[in-house]
Structures are given as structure tokens and as C-alpha cells.
């Protein structure tokens, strides 16, 4: 079946412009992440829904970051006022249950972000 | 707060030879995952390992998960340059969904 697809794949603006990252996750999982992987970095853990839970929102850099989910199904991740410390690659994830019994999360193919 | 660290983060091998990547994580995590990225690819899951002495093969790869010693390895047998990809390990912190990754290894392997 189809896999996590995200779009754009990739999204270059301008210093102090917001942009809106969108995640498809796969049928059926009901819980979505969002990471961060800057340049020859590991990943880092911004946000995550699971079903009608209150999202744990305890990863986000900073209040111009923002997620939301429409039900079990797609997300977007919006940031306010880029800035150059923004540019990174913005992967989205998803999983049966969050810390089920596997757990094994199934990631995007990301999201290019560069702020000139 | 979970901190994962692998070793070495970088690592260049000829074909043929067999190596480890260690992955130590600092508190107590009761399963553990390991991912492969190719350049300028997203994260393809490898192993999920979900309980002390767990053990996954995988052609030349196989991980292995000491919960007492905190820790995971991944174990490469007669390496072959389609390996060459960064391996990153990952664990929870208790209690939620989210993971914590290690910064990466990348490894080479030449011919």
C-alpha cells in the first residue's frame, strides 16, 4: 500500500515568510510524528499526535512552530516567521499506535526547507 | 531526559571485513530501533528490537539488545558497498511515542 508522502518536497522562501509543510500518513495509523534533521544531523523529535489525544507539542524549537491534524489522517506543520536557522529537512512519520507494541515508525520522504 | 550516542560516527571499511556500531542510551528504554538512510533519502527501518536478548538478522546486518547494559549493537558481516548508508539507532523515552536518535554512523565501505 502506500507509504508516508509529504509535500512540497521541497520549499525554498525568504527570511521572515511562513510556510506550510503537509504529511499524508499511511491508512490507518493512528499516530503521526513530526522530526527535524539538519544538515549531517541526527533527527529531532518537534511534535506527535495520537488519535484524539492532546498532541505532545514538547519537542517544538519555538512558539512560531505549530502543527495540526484533521482526524486520523493528514497533518500540516506550519512555521511563522522563518528564519535561516530554520532550513532543514522537515520529516513527517506514522505508526499503528504510538509506543505499541512494535512502534516502528514508517517515515517520509521529507521536506527540503531552505530560508534565504 | 534519554540520551542516545553511537560509536563511531564515522566508519570506513573494505569489503569483505566484518564491524560493529554501538549504540549506548542513558535511560532505562525497553525496545530499541535501528534505521538505514541512504544520501539524501528518508530513514528505511531496519530492526525493532522489544526486549533484553532480542536478536534480528537481516542478510549481513544483525542487532542485538542488552536492556540491562543499555545497550544495542549492529553487527556487519563481510561488508558489500551496497551497505554504504548512514545506520541510526533510536530509542523512546518511557512513556511516550516519540524517539530519541543517536547522531548517525556513517559508513563507507570501499572496494
Known amino acids: 500500500g502506500a507509504g508516508v508522502s509529504q509535500s512540497p518536497s521541497n520549499k525554498v522562501t525568504e527570511k521572515g515568510k511562513d510556510v506550510e509543510l503537509r504529511c499524508d500518513p499511511i491508512?490507518?495509523?493512528?499516530?503521526l510524528y513530526w522530526y527535524r534533521q539538519r544538515l549531517g544531523q541526527g533527527l529531532e523529535f518537534l511534535i506527535y499526535?495520537?488519535?484524539?489525544?492532546?498532541?505532545?507539542k514538547s519537542g517544538l524549537p519555538s512558539d512560531r512552530f505549530s502543527a495540526e491534524r484533521t482526524g486520523e489522517s493528514v497533518s500540516t506543520l506550519t512555521i511563522q516567521r522563518t528564519q535561516q536557522e530554520d532550513s532543514a529537512v522537515y520529516l513527517c512519520a506514522s505508526s499503528l499506535v504510538a509506543g505499541g507494541l512494535s512502534g516502528a515508525q514508517y517515515f517520509g520522504p521529507g521536506t527540503r526547507l531552505l530560508v534565504l | 531526559e534519554l540520551k542516545v550516542e553511537q560509536n563511531p560516527l564515522f566508519l570506513s571499511m573494505q569489503e569483505g571485513k566484518n564491524y560493529t556500531i554501538y549504540c549506548n542510551y542513558s535511560?532505562?528504554?525497553?525496545?530499541l530501533y535501528w534505521y538505514r538512510q541512504d544520501p539524501g533519502k528518508s530513514l528505511e527501518s531496519l530492526f525493532v528490537?522489544?526486549?533484553?536478548?532480542a536478536v534480528k538478522q537481516e542478510g549481513r546486518l544483525m542487532a542485538s539488545l542488552d536492556t540491562k547494559a543499555r545497550l544495542s549493537t549492529l553487527h556487519i558481516t563481510a561488508a558489500v558497498h551496497d551497505l554504504s548508508a548512514t545506520y541510526f539507532c533510536a530509542a523512546p523515552p518511557g512513556g511516550q511515542g516519540n524517539l530519541i536518535f543517536g547522531k548517525g554512523t556513517k559508513l563507507s565501505v570501499k572496494p
Open positions: 535511560t532505562t528504554s525497553d525496545r
Open positions: 499526535f495520537q488519535g484524539n489525544s492532546a498532541p505532545d
Open positions: 528490537l522489544l526486549s533484553n536478548g
Open positions: 491508512s490507518g495509523h493512528t499516530a
